[in-house]
C-alpha cells in the first residue's frame, strides 16, 4: 500500500514534515510530493497540476491511501473521480464543496500586493499562484463527489466552526457513502502546521482501521 500527502496551496511539501515524522515512528511510511515541482514543466493551470498529480499516482503499482488538504484534497477527488480503482481510502482535509469563486478572486487581489519571495518560499511564482486560482473557479466538486464509494475521512480545524469550510466538511460528510466526520481541536485551515500530532494520530487510526478490514477480507476470501 502506498500513502501519500498532499499539501494545499501556499504549502509545500515539508508542510507534511512533523505529520510525516509522527507516522515514520509509528512505523509508516508516506510520500509527500511537492505540487509545483511535478508540474514544473507544464504552465500552471489546476488542469496540468492534476495531469501530473495524476501521472505521479498512476506511477505506483500499489493501491494509495491519499490524504489530501484544500487544494490536495480537491485533486484527489478528482483523481478517485477517474481511477477508483487505485483507492483503498481517502483523507479530505479543509476541503471546498463548492469552489469559493469570490473569495478566490479576492485572494488573488492579495496575491498581486504580496512580495514575490513569499511565493519562492514554495517552490512557485506569484503569477503562477494567480494563473492556478484564476483556472479553478469553474471547477464542479458537487458533481464529482457522490461518485466516492472508498471508505473516506473528512477533517475539518475546529477553528473553523463559523466558516464556509466547517460547512462544505459537513456536506462532504453528507453526501460520500462510507464517510466518517473528524473535527481536529487546536487548529484551523492548515491542520498539518497547527496540530499535526493529533493530526497524524487520526490518520494513524483510520488507516489502521482499514489495513484490519482488508486483512478480515483477505481471510475470508481464503476460505
Avoid at 30 to 53: G, R
Avoid at 70 to 93: C, H, M, Q, R, W
Avoid at 154 to 169: L, V
Wanted: aromatic share 10%; net charge positive.
Amino acid at each position: 500500500m502506498i500513502n501519500i500527502l498532499v499539501h494545499g496551496l501556499g504549502q509545500d511539501e515539508k508542510s507534511w514534515n512533523e505529520v510525516k515524522n509522527q507516522l515514520n515512528n509509528n512505523g509508516i511510511n508516506v510520500e509527500t510530493p511537492n505540487l509545483f515541482s511535478i508540474v514544473k514543466n507544464y504552465q500552471v493551470n489546476y488542469d496540468n497540476m492534476y495531469k501530473t498529480f495524476a501521472d505521479y499516482c498512476n506511477g505506483f503499482n500499489e493501491k494509495i491511501n491519499l490524504v489530501g488538504l484544500s487544494l490536495g484534497g480537491v485533486l484527489a477527488i478528482d483523481y478517485i473521480t477517474e481511477f477508483p480503482e487505485k483507492i483503498n481510502s481517502i483523507i479530505l482535509i479543509g476541503t471546498p464543496y463548492k469552489i469559493p469563486k469570490t473569495i478566490f478572486t479576492i485572494q488573488n487581489i492579495i496575491y498581486k500586493f504580496m512580495p514575490k519571495r513569499i511565493f519562492e518560499n514554495i517552490g512557485c511564482s506569484k503569477k503562477d499562484a494567480i494563473s492556478l486560482l484564476d483556472s479553478m473557479k469553474t471547477l464542479s466538486i458537487p458533481d464529482k463527489v457522490p461518485h466516492i464509494k472508498s471508505n473516506t475521512l473528512i477533517i475539518c480545524g475546529e477553528k473553523e466552526k463559523d466558516n464556509i469550510n466547517m460547512k462544505s466538511a459537513k456536506q462532504l460528510n453528507k453526501v460520500i457513502q462510507n464517510s466518517k466526520f473528524k473535527i481536529i481541536e487546536n487548529a484551523g485551515h492548515e491542520v498539518n502546521i497547527d496540530n499535526p500530532i493529533e493530526l497524524a494520530n487520526t490518520i494513524y487510526d483510520f488507516w489502521e482501521g482499514q489495513w484490519k478490514s482488508y486483512k478480515v477480507t483477505t481471510k475470508l476470501q481464503f476460505w
